[in-house]
């Protein structure tokens, strides 16, 4: 396969170079994994917004490349054997990490460690807090059924919990900044989106809260929240 020739995507959202990753996201939680990940790495890339509307995540272009018609996904023109598209975000940070060489080591042991600790983002993190997201921001809000609320409020507790546990002494979930805190990290700040921290009792989680701040005091984080732009 060639690109973009052979990329139906580029129809609707063209890349001006072709030359580098393309990232086709929105700034949520999942989509600024990714952009985060490019701007740590420095590898160069074009972000194009595709918002959350059918119109755009269900449109043919997109679904042509994340048939799942979520974001992000990304294609890498320069990929060893010929472009290739990624998507899935956990995926995304898996495939830079070892295109660039950089937040995912090499030692089998500390590797085996930040692979868990995505994966506990992908499986139980991201899912539960979206959920809690949902029924208390969201139309699952106005439910007067007041137990799925309260499931993902104490499954939100626990997971949190889990977290603050495994940060004890650590600045970062491995010791090393990595892939892992891309993946958790922007899930907190969701939490503020979601006016859910006072009910979580979100500042009794001493090591998260600490560990939320180290992560928005990056530059490179602080840039990634803004890309690609939302429509104005």
Do not use: C
Request: charged letters at 20%.
């Amino acid at each position: 396969m060639t690109f973009p020739d052979d990329f139906l995507i580029n129809n609707r959202w063209p890349a001006k170079d072709p030359s580098v990753i393309q990232l086709y996201s929105f700034p949520t939680p999942n989509g600024v994994k990714v952009s985060l990940m490019l701007e740590e790495t420095g590898l160069p890339y074009e972000a194009h917004t595709v918002t959350l509307s059918d119109a755009d995540v269900k449109s043919p272009e997109f679904l042509s490349l994340n048939p799942n018609n979520k974001i992000p996904a990304i294609i890498d023109p320069s990929a060893e054997g010929g472009p290739i598209g990624v998507f899935e975000s956990g995926a995304i940070l898996i495939y830079l990490a070892e295109k660039s060489g950089k937040f995912l080591s090499t030692d089998p042991a500390k590797r085996a460690e930040t692979l868990q600790w995505l994966m506990f983002q992908m499986g139980g993190l991201g899912p539960m807090f979206g959920q809690l997201g949902f029924f208390t921001k969201f139309a699952g809000a106005e439910i007067e059924d007041p137990r799925p609320r309260e499931r993902y409020i104490n499954e939100a507790k626990r997971i949190l919990n889990v977290l603050n546990g495994a940060l004890e002494g650590k600045d970062w979930i491995v010791g090393e900044y990595s892939i892992a805190d891309m993946a958790i990290a922007p899930w907190l700040t969701a939490l503020d989106f979601y006016g859910a921290k006072e009910v979580l009792d979100y500042a009794s989680f001493e090591n998260v809260v600490a560990y939320e701040q180290r992560f928005l005091a990056r530059p490179t984080v602080q840039r990634a929240r803004n890309i690609p732009p939302r429509p104005e």
